[in-house]
């Protein structure tokens, strides 16, 4: 069974600073990994997906690496805003389901 | 494209009701599933589906059943509620799951909280 694992569980960061989120999985038979960002209350919105084949994905101050062998993927966040605050959940595919890791909570200090 | 909508955003239930969470997609998604979420449990997969008429279980089903009858449509029926069943559901929607590229890309709905008294 894919089991994921997001660290840390919580995290608090002043402005400006660039930060990793970490995330691991079990299992490396993955098709894709997909990163998504969750305000309090609201739904989850994508932020980026890499698939098996690639190493990583950028968008705009978002970087995602994914190294497939090992069972690991990065989030690098440059230069963050308060409004980057919010939880973030790593995601990997298998052939019908998605697995879900618990995400770690980002706070940034203004 | 209004993306993925779910009805309610809130319900109360009394244990024993049985109500159903809908969910929709405008964006000719063949794969659809709901998820639940609790505190300290992450999401779990409740039931998916890879396209009309075809259903599947996930890791949590027990109490839920879920039918595909469009491709547009992705209801979830509660039987009989239980205080268990207290949670925040989410339904997701995607082109497909494994091998698709970026058409596997997960879109999520806006939730509906459920609460069984």
């Known amino acids: 069974k894919q089991e994921v694992t997001q660290i840390p569980a919580a995290l608090s960061v002043p402005e400006g600073e660039n930060l990793v989120l970490n995330c691991s999985f079990t299992?490396?038979?993955?098709?894709?990994l997909q990163w998504f960002r969750q305000d309090p209350g609201k739904g989850l919105t994508s932020l980026l997906l890499?698939?098996?084949?690639?190493r990583e994905q950028t968008s705009g101050r978002l970087n995602a690496s994914l190294d497939k062998s090992s069972g690991r993927s990065t989030l690098y966040i440059a230069a963050s805003q308060p409004g980057d605050s919010a939880t973030y959940l790593c995601a990997v595919h298998g052939y019908s389901t998605l697995t879900f890791g618990k995400g770690t909570m980002l706070l940034v200090s203004p | 494209n209004a993306g993925v909508t779910q009805t309610p955003k809130f319900q109360v239930l009394k244990t024993g009701q049985s109500m159903t969470l809908q969910c929709a997609q405008d964006m000719n998604h063949e794969y659809m599933s709901w998820y639940r979420q609790d505190p300290g449990m992450g999401l779990r997969l409740i039931h998916y589906s890879v396209g009309a008429g075809i259903t599947d279980q996930g890791e949590v089903p027990n109490g839920y059943n879920v039918s595909r009858s469009t491709t547009e449509d992705f209801p979830l029926r509660l039987l009989s509620a239980a205080p268990s069943q207290t949670s925040v559901y989410f339904c997701?929607?995607?082109?497909?799951?494994?091998?698709?590229?970026?058409?596997?890309?997960?879109?999520f709905g806006p939730g509906t909280r459920l609460t069984v008294l």
């Open positions: 299992d490396s038979a993955i098709y894709n």
């Open positions: 890499i698939q098996s084949s690639q």
């Open positions: 997701a929607s995607s082109y497909g799951l494994a091998g698709a590229g970026r058409k596997d890309t997960q879109y």
